[in-house]
Structure formats: structure tokens, C-alpha cells
């Protein structure tokens, strides 16, 4: 399996970076050969990643990294750099190369100060890879200073960098940095697409892989997940539940507090697994000696650390939230396409009863109504608006008619 085989429903795109990383090995082969560069190549210093949610993004913009970095003999016989198994393919999409640095907010924003050893390592050559990669996962939450050191690095790139930059849209991009970009639209994976990879990457039951795939119409991520984790299902359960719960004021006040208790309580939990492991790594770095006790000097340097998993946990559980209504608008979504008799394939098919229950008792116009509700409070929580908040307006406007 290669690098490319993962990239689910992105046939075209793949094909137009394996011809990009063959041209790049060519031109690395050329400088350490001292033989003439190729005259043409599709391989440029800057690229910028867009698509929907789940199209897979940060998968496709680091499966490329890997084959640039590729060593496989193959490659140098001909073969299409990215053979997913050799040291430097298998630590670029791990993320441990030492000359691929991946950027993502860990917050609302990027900040500069998240960003200013990175712009730093990318003027220098690559250590030990074949090229030095700057991956941004984020590139829209870069704000006005970070884009700024972005945009000057992208303009004046040392010979062997690389800038691989994701973003929901060419719009969410400063428009000097996306000009110095070459840009690929990535596609939202068929339902079909995403149920095959699930049975056979991940061995799940075909029944359960394509119940997931269109639960979450081609997401490939949020398909993974519910697929593998038994816990994720039922949170996405209790979800869908929700619509249910809200006839009255106190059904739905009480609603809101348990959707927003479950996101911290997601949020938690990933916090615990990624901040203990990264504080003892930082310790071991730093020289903490039996016992705990660290070195003089560097207080500062744990403080840090501490501010930003602080800032990571708050954007961690304001994207578990933003993911409950993303299916709870996808259940909306449903029970309007039933209202007008749409051919429509339901998303939400193992919620049917309620789904038909909710469609008789509602009219299409209530139903655009709550799905607006929805749409307004995941604004609201993109304003920062307190969490709780934000949801009761929202829960207690679908209990409206």
C-alpha cells in the first residue's frame, strides 16, 4: 500500500501530486548529482489544500510530504516516490521527521508566537530528509501577525522548503498568500468510497462501515471514529436523542447543560491522554531530576506548555460541541427531507422512527427554522460566547413551533 492508496475518493488529485513528487525527486537527484535541472516541473514551493470538512485535508497535504521525503530504491528505478514503508515515508506520516513541521492551533488562532521558530526552521536546509516541510493544518485561524511571517517566508523560500498549507476554502487564505500557492480542491468522498476504505483499512463489518459512511455523509474522519470507537457512537446517540428532549423549558435547559457537560467531558479526556504525555516529555528534556524537581531557568518554559494545552482544551471542547451540531443538523436535515418527500437517501437511517415521528408532527417551515437555530449557535460559539449559553438560546428555539 502507498502513500496514495489512503487519499479516499481523490483519484485526480493524487495522480497530479505523485507527478508532482516524481519531479521533485528529480530536481534533488540533479543537485546531488551536479547534473543539469530538468527544465520543466510541476513541483512548486507552495501549496495550498482546500475542501469540506472530512475531505481529508491534512491526510492528503501529509501523505504528499511523505513522498517527498520518500528513500525507497524503487523511487530511484522510476517508481512513484511515496511507498508508504520506507524510514522516510513512514516517519513523515507518523510525524516524526525531523525536517517535516506540522502547525496547528491549538487555540482560536495561530499566533505569531506559535509560529516564529517554524518560519525560522524554514529558511535552513533540510537536515537529513530530501526536503524541508512546513505543514499548517490550519492555515484559516492564522490571524493578521502569523499570516504576515507566513507570507514572508512564502515569498522568499530557501531552495529546498516546502509550505503545504490546509484550509477549508481559497477564501479562509490571506489573498497574498494564496497567490503564491499553487491550489488543490479536494472533493467530499462518496458514501461508497468511504465505506470500502473502513472494511478494507480498518477491517470493519460491511453493515457497520456503511451504516457509519453514510451516518456521516463521507467524512472520512468522523467515519473512522464512530466506526472503531463504541463510546463515540453512543455520544453521537445521545446527540440524535436530543429533538426528543426539548418539548418543554426544563427538557430543554437541561438538554443544553448535558450537551455541553459531554463536550467538556470529551474534551477532558483527550486532554489527559495528549497533556500528561507531552508534560513528561518536556521534563525529561529539560533535565528534571528523581523526584520531579526541575532545573533553575525553566519555569518559564512549563508555563508555556501549560498555556497552551489550557488553550488547546478550549478549543477541544468547543470542536466536540461544533461536531454534535454538525449531526444534529444532519438529523434536521433529514426530517425536512422527509416533510417534502425527497428522494434523498437518509443520513440518520438506525433514527428513522424519530425521524418520521418529529416529520408528522412538524411542518418544513418549523424545520428551516430549527436548523437555523443550529447554524446560529455554532456562530455564536465561533464568537466565543459562553458555551452554555449559546446552547440553551438553541435548544429552547427548537422547542418552538
Not at 475518493?9 to 528529480?26: F, H, N, T, Y
Not at 514551493?45 to 510530504?65: D, K, M, N
Not at 482560536?108 to 517554524?118: G, Y
Request: proline share 4%; glycine share 8%.
Amino acid at each position: 500500500m502507498t502513500v496514495w492508496d489512503d487519499l479516499v475518493g481523490q483519484e485526480k488529485v493524487s495522480e497530479q501530486l505523485a507527478g508532482a513528487a516524481r519531479d521533485a525527486d528529480a530536481l534533488v537527484t540533479a543537485a546531488a548529482t551536479d547534473t543539469p535541472r530538468p527544465e520543466t516541473s510541476r513541483m512548486t514551493h507552495a501549496w495550498l489544500f482546500t475542501g469540506p470538512p472530512g475531505a481529508g485535508r491534512t491526510q492528503t497535504a501529509r501523505a504528499f510530504a511523505a513522498a517527498l521525503q520518500c528513500v525507497s530504491p524503487d523511487r530511484a528505478l522510476g517508481g512513484v516516490p511515496g511507498c508508504g514503508f520506507c524510514d522516510g515515508c513512514h516517519t513523515a506520516l507518523v510525524g516524526t521527521h525531523a525536517d517535516v513541521s506540522t502547525v496547528a492551533a491549538v487555540g482560536a488562532e495561530i499566533l505569531v508566537k506559535d509560529m516564529r521558530d517554524t518560519v525560522r526552521k524554514s529558511f535552513t536546509s533540510p537536515a537529513n530528509g530530501r526536503w524541508q516541510i512546513i505543514l499548517v493544518e490550519d492555515a484559516e485561524r492564522l490571524n493578521e501577525k502569523s499570516a504576515n511571517a507566513v507570507l514572508k517566508a512564502v515569498e522568499e523560500p530557501a531552495p529546498r522548503t516546502v509550505w503545504l498549507l490546509c484550509a477549508p476554502s481559497i477564501e479562509d487564505v490571506l489573498p497574498t498568500i494564496r497567490s503564491r500557492c499553487r491550489h488543490l480542491n479536494l472533493r467530499t468522498p462518496s458514501v461508497g468510497a468511504v465505506a470500502d476504505m473502513l472494511v478494507r483499512r480498518e477491517g470493519i463489518e460491511p453493515d457497520v462501515a456503511a451504516s457509519v459512511a453514510r451516518a456521516t455523509q463521507g467524512h472520512v474522519d468522523r467515519a473512522r471514529r464512530l466506526a472503531t470507537d463504541p463510546a463515540a457512537r453512543e455520544r453521537r446517540a445521545s446527540v440524535l436523542r436530543l429533538p426528543l428532549r426539548v418539548e418543554d423549558v426544563g427538557g430543554a435547559l437541561r438538554a443544553a447543560q448535558e450537551l455541553v457537560d459531554a463536550a467538556a467531558a470529551d474534551a477532558k479526556q483527550l486532554a489527559e491522554d495528549m497533556d500528561g504525555k507531552e508534560t513528561e516529555e518536556l521534563k525529561a528534556a529539560l533535565g528534571a531530576v528523581q523526584g520531579g524537581r526541575m532545573p533553575r531557568g525553566t519555569a518559564g518554559i512549563m508555563k508555556d506548555l501549560e498555556d497552551m494545552q489550557k488553550r488547546r482544551r478550549t478549543r477541544t471542547q468547543r470542536d466536540s460541541l461544533d461536531l454534535a451540531l454538525t449531526d444534529l443538523t444532519g438529523f434536521y436535515r433529514d426530517i425536512l427531507a422527509l416533510q417534502l418527500g425527497s428522494r434523498v437517501a437518509i443520513a440518520n437511517a438506525d433514527a428513522e422512527d424519530a425521524l418520521e415521528r418529529l416529520a408528522r408532527a412538524g411542518t418544513p417551515e418549523a424545520t428551516l427554522r430549527r436548523i437555523e437555530a443550529i447554524g446560529a449557535c455554532r456562530d455564536a460559539l465561533d464568537r466565543n460566547v459562553a458555551p452554555l449559553l449559546a446552547v440553551e438560546a438553541m435548544t429552547m428555539a427548537l422547542r418552538g413551533g
